[in-house]
């Protein structure tokens, strides 16, 4: 996984809300057995027509935005299904920062897997956001993980909260399977005390 | 004394391997439900890594989501893709040994079924998959959640999870239900009030009378959508009737083992006094049948109702319903019941259990589709479509016109050849009414088994309980 420490982009305004799982990469591509090669169908149906060409109107077709690497969304991004391709396909889109007033939670989950900081902020953060998001590239947002805070282009600072085991994992670029088998006698312990306790289990 | 606890807190408590000092927790795993969509970049990884599954005893693959619901497809699918993705589970679940349901088992089914049908599922239990609707598990008041391919990957090589507790959320439907209503109008009256996020960050308890009334099945129901709610995981504390349920199962303990277990099942519950972050009750008897109109779970009426219209609404939603009433086709002011509809699926890991069958053809039978509406049937599991065509139940759908298919996720989410075209709409007892969610383009009214037979009969929206009152 990559690191994510500090990042200043584009960022893409997407103010619907409820932005699903379904509308992030559609059903047809989670036929893949594989990580990689996702971005190109990123929003898909929203951002082709059936026969494949891009919908100008789409934000992420617009010249402005085809190199956004943040997303500020509407309330409640990511809801749906628990498919990691969401992730993915921002990623390999170039998206590592989305920001909102609020995430479904295993999307929210996901995302940390995968070097993609989701921000939440509130609601009066989230609309001084936006509006530099829909001037594009004359607006850039940074994004500090360290620091804990977004900066808007007017240098507006907005501190947000994140999980110290999850920030700390970002910043280094950690793989929690790793980490966890490093607690296996524990692991072993609690098996154990379980066979004893709950056999049936 | 130790304080008054939730049956979440207890549940949670049995399982913490290791806390750290942030609070961040190791919570150990009982129960790994896998499938093919979410899982092979998982194994994968451990083949990349030289790790093993630490625990293939307590893993279950099952192919669902891909499997045609057409006879044939034991010996061939024609999509390219989706029979690459079936053979990689049959190769990852044969080469890590984990337990294993193939397309050619009778068991085979939609994993949510599979699981409880064979006892895999049992009160006081952590049963997690790469699936959102996992949360269908937390009926038997087990701790039961949707988690990402990486997850899957943890879970295969440790049997943990990395995971910080969630509050607790107190649903209450009290009172009894009217006639016509079921589990799956509790489940969407409730995400109706409390929004697709209302449960964020919650793990939600149903209780109540009206829960208590509710069969297994029903309680699956409910459950299954906590995740619609937004609600981390959603859980029923187990009673008579889920013991009952889980006894002589194949994987249910047996002999001492059951009374060791059923004496644990039994200190299953909320203690009085336990602390709630939220409650939210709603009383039975205000619950109607009802349908959605839009594009998102919380877009919920009774069916008496009329199409809203986007000035109905505050905030951002003001541009989401304008989008779904596009995307759906609607106009403000109209009638649900003026809705026609092209298609009625009754199937999914909602509502394709016995039950859901034996409500939906109780309605039907004797009656016919209505001219130029396609009516689709995909029970659960193997096991279900044997009993249902042991009961008769096959043939009353058959009789009415109904497609009788064999068992799999099919077009609840469309990745088989089982889709809507284009603007089509139909009634359906699944999840998600997200658009394209059943094909890009097509239309989805969520609503119950009874609800879905009810516009099969017309073609339109149709209040059950006006078919009831024929029926008398």
Same mark, same amino acid.
């Given at each position: 996984?990559d690191?994510?420490t500090?990042l200043?982009?584009?960022?893409? $305004?997407m103010p619907l809300?409820?932005i699903?799982?379904?509308?992030?990469i559609p059903?047809?591509?989670?036929?893949?057995?594989?990580?990689?090669?996702?971005?190109?169908?990123?929003f898909?149906?929203?951002?082709?027509? $059936?026969?494949g060409?891009e919908i $100008?109107?789409?934000?992420?077709?617009?010249?402005?935005?085809?190199?956004?690497?943040?997303i500020?969304?509407? =309330?409640n991004?990511?809801?749906?299904s628990?498919?990691?391709?969401a992730?993915?396909a921002l990623?390999?889109f170039?998206?590592?920062?989305?920001?909102?007033?609020s995430?479904?939670?295993i999307?929210f989950?996901?995302?940390?897997?995968?070097?993609?900081? $989701?921000v939440?902020?509130p609601?009066?953060?989230?609309?001084?956001l936006?509006?530099?998001a829909k001037?594009?590239?004359?607006?850039r947002?940074?994004? =500090?993980?360290?620091?804990?805070?977004?900066?808007a282009s007017d240098?507006?600072s907005?501190?947000?909260?994140?999980?110290?085991?999850?920030?700390?994992?970002l910043l280094?670029?950690?793989?929690?399977i790793g980490?966890?088998?490093?607690?296996?006698?524990a692991?072993?312990?609690?098996?154990?005390?379980?066979?004893?306790?709950?056999?049936?289990? | 004394?130790?304080a008054?606890r939730?049956?979440?807190d207890k549940?949670?408590d049995d399982?913490?391997?290791h806390? /750290?000092?942030?609070?961040?927790?190791l919570?150990?795993?009982?129960?790994h439900? &896998?499938?093919?969509?979410?899982?092979?970049?998982?194994?994968e990884?451990?083949?990349?890594?030289?790790?093993?599954?630490r625990?293939?005893?307590?893993?279950?693959a099952?192919?669902?989501?891909n499997?045609?619901?057409?006879?044939?497809?034991?010996?061939?699918?024609?999509?390219e893709?989706?029979?690459?993705?079936?053979e990689?589970?049959?190769?990852n679940?044969r080469?890590?040994?984990?337990v294993?349901?193939?397309?050619t088992d009778i068991?085979?089914?939609?994993?949510?079924i599979?699981?409880?049908?064979?006892?895999?599922?049992l009160?006081?239990?952590? &049963?997690?998959c790469?699936d /959102?609707?996992t949360?269908?598990?937390?009926?038997?008041?087990s701790?039961?959640?949707?988690?990402g391919?990486?997850? &899957?990957?943890h &879970?295969?090589?440790?049997q943990?999870?990395?995971?910080k507790? /969630?509050?607790n959320?107190?649903?209450e439907?009290?009172?009894?239900?009217?006639?016509?209503?079921?589990a799956?109008?509790? *489940?969407?009256?409730?995400?109706?009030? *409390?929004?697709?996020?209302?449960?964020?960050?919650?793990?939600?308890?149903y209780c109540g009378?009206?829960?208590?009334d509710? /069969?297994?099945?029903?309680?699956?129901?409910v459950?299954?959508?906590?995740?619609?709610?937004?609600?981390?995981?959603g859980?029923?504390?187990p009673?008579?009737?889920t013991f009952q349920y889980?006894m002589?199962?194949?994987?249910a303990p047996?002999?001492?083992k059951w009374?060791?277990?059923l004496?644990?099942?039994?200190t299953?519950?909320?203690?009085?006094g336990?602390?709630f972050?939220?409650?939210?009750?709603i009383?039975?008897?205000?619950?109607?049948?009802?349908?959605?109109?839009?594009?998102?779970?919380?877009?919920?009426?009774p069916i008496t109702?009329?199409v809203p219209?986007?000035?109905?609404?505050e905030?951002?939603?003001?541009?989401?319903?304008?989008?779904?009433l596009?995307?759906?086709g609607?106009?403000?002011?109209?009638?649900?019941?003026?809705i026609?509809?092209d298609a009625?699926?009754i199937g999914?890991?909602t #509502?394709g259990?016995?039950?859901?069958?034996?409500?939906?053809?109780a309605?039907?039978k004797g009656?016919?589709?209505?001219?130029?509406?396609r009516?689709m049937?995909v029970?659960?599991?193997?096991?279900?479509?044997l009993?249902?065509?042991?009961e008769g139940?096959?043939?009353?759908?058959?009789?009415?016109?109904?497609?009788?298919?064999?068992?799999?996720?099919s077009?609840?989410?469309?990745m #088989?050849?089982?889709?809507l075209?284009p603007?089509e709409r139909?009634a359906a007892?699944?999840?998600?009414?997200?658009?394209?969610?059943?094909g890009r383009?097509?239309r989805?009214?969520?609503?119950s088994?009874v609800m879905?037979?009810a516009a099969a009969?017309?073609?339109?929206?149709?209040?059950?309980?006006?078919i009831?009152a024929?029926?008398?």
């Amino acid at each position: 996984m990559d690191k994510f420490t500090t990042l200043t982009g584009i960022a893409a $305004p997407m103010p619907l809300v409820n932005i699903d799982t379904d509308m992030i990469i559609p059903k047809q591509f989670l036929k893949t057995i594989k990580r990689s090669g996702l971005g190109v169908n990123l929003f898909d149906e929203m951002r082709y027509t $059936p026969d494949g060409k891009e919908i $100008p109107d789409f934000v992420l077709n617009q010249p402005a935005w085809r190199e956004s690497q943040i997303i500020v969304a509407g =309330d409640n991004f990511g809801c749906g299904s628990s498919r990691e391709h969401a992730p993915w396909a921002l990623l390999d889109f170039g998206i590592r920062c989305v920001i909102s007033t609020s995430f479904a939670d295993i999307f929210f989950n996901n995302c940390f897997k995968n070097g993609i900081l $989701p921000v939440v902020l509130p609601q009066e953060a989230v609309d001084h956001l936006m509006d530099d998001a829909k001037k594009g590239a004359n607006a850039r947002i940074t994004v =500090d993980l360290e620091n804990q805070t977004v900066s808007a282009s007017d240098g507006t600072s907005f501190a947000f909260e994140v999980d110290a085991f999850k920030k700390h994992c970002l910043l280094n670029g950690l793989d929690d399977i790793g980490l966890t088998m490093e607690k296996s006698a524990a692991i072993d312990a609690f098996e154990r005390a379980n066979a004893m306790a709950r056999p049936w289990a | 004394m130790t304080a008054p606890r939730t049956l979440y807190d207890k549940i949670w408590d049995d399982h913490v391997v290791h806390t /750290s000092e942030d609070g961040t927790c190791l919570l150990y795993i009982d129960r790994h439900l &896998v499938h093919e969509v979410t899982s092979p970049q998982a194994f994968e990884g451990l083949r990349m890594t030289g790790r093993k599954v630490r625990a293939p005893e307590k893993t279950i693959a099952v192919p669902d989501h891909n499997v045609p619901t057409t006879a044939g497809r034991e010996t061939h699918i024609d999509n390219e893709e989706s029979r690459i993705q079936v053979e990689a589970l049959d190769k990852n679940a044969r080469e890590f040994g984990v337990v294993y349901y193939p397309v050619t088992d009778i068991r085979q089914g939609i994993v949510h079924i599979v699981g409880p049908e064979q006892g895999w599922t049992l009160p006081g239990m952590t &049963v997690v998959c790469g699936d /959102s609707h996992t949360a269908t598990h937390g009926a038997f008041g087990s701790l039961a959640h949707g988690i990402g391919t990486s997850e &899957v990957e943890h &879970v295969l090589a440790t049997q943990t999870l990395i995971q910080k507790k /969630s509050k607790n959320m107190k649903v209450e439907i009290t009172g009894k239900l009217r006639p016509g209503v079921t589990a799956k109008d509790i *489940t969407l009256a409730v995400i109706g009030k *409390t929004g697709t996020a209302g449960g964020t960050g919650y793990v939600i308890e149903y209780c109540g009378e009206a829960i208590r009334d509710l /069969s297994m099945e029903g309680r699956m129901t409910v459950c299954n959508m906590a995740i619609e709610g937004g609600a981390r995981a959603g859980l029923i504390a187990p009673d008579e009737k889920t013991f009952q349920y889980v006894m002589g199962r194949p994987h249910a303990p047996k002999g001492a083992k059951w009374e060791a277990a059923l004496a644990y099942w039994k200190t299953l519950f909320t203690d009085e006094g336990a602390h709630f972050d939220k409650v939210v009750t709603i009383k039975g008897e205000d619950i109607a049948p009802v349908v959605t109109w839009g594009t998102s779970p919380e877009d919920v009426l009774p069916i008496t109702a009329t199409v809203p219209a986007a000035e109905d609404f505050e905030g951002g939603k003001v541009q989401a319903a304008q989008r779904s009433l596009d995307y759906m086709g609607l106009t403000p002011g109209m009638k649900l019941t003026d809705i026609r509809v092209d298609a009625v699926f009754i199937g999914s890991c909602t #509502n394709g259990r016995i039950e859901d069958l034996r409500a939906a053809a109780a309605i039907l039978k004797g009656r016919k589709l209505a001219p130029g509406v396609r009516g689709m049937v995909v029970p659960g599991s193997g096991l279900v479509r044997l009993q249902a065509e042991e009961e008769g139940l096959a043939q009353i759908f058959q009789d009415a016109g109904f497609e009788w298919r064999l068992a799999g996720c099919s077009m609840c989410l469309g990745m #088989n050849p089982d889709q809507l075209a284009p603007g089509e709409r139909c009634a359906a007892t699944s999840n998600r009414n997200f658009e394209g969610r059943m094909g890009r383009g097509g239309r989805t009214h969520l609503m119950s088994p009874v609800m879905a037979a009810a516009a099969a009969i017309t073609g339109h929206l149709t209040d059950v309980r006006e078919i009831m009152a024929e029926a008398v």
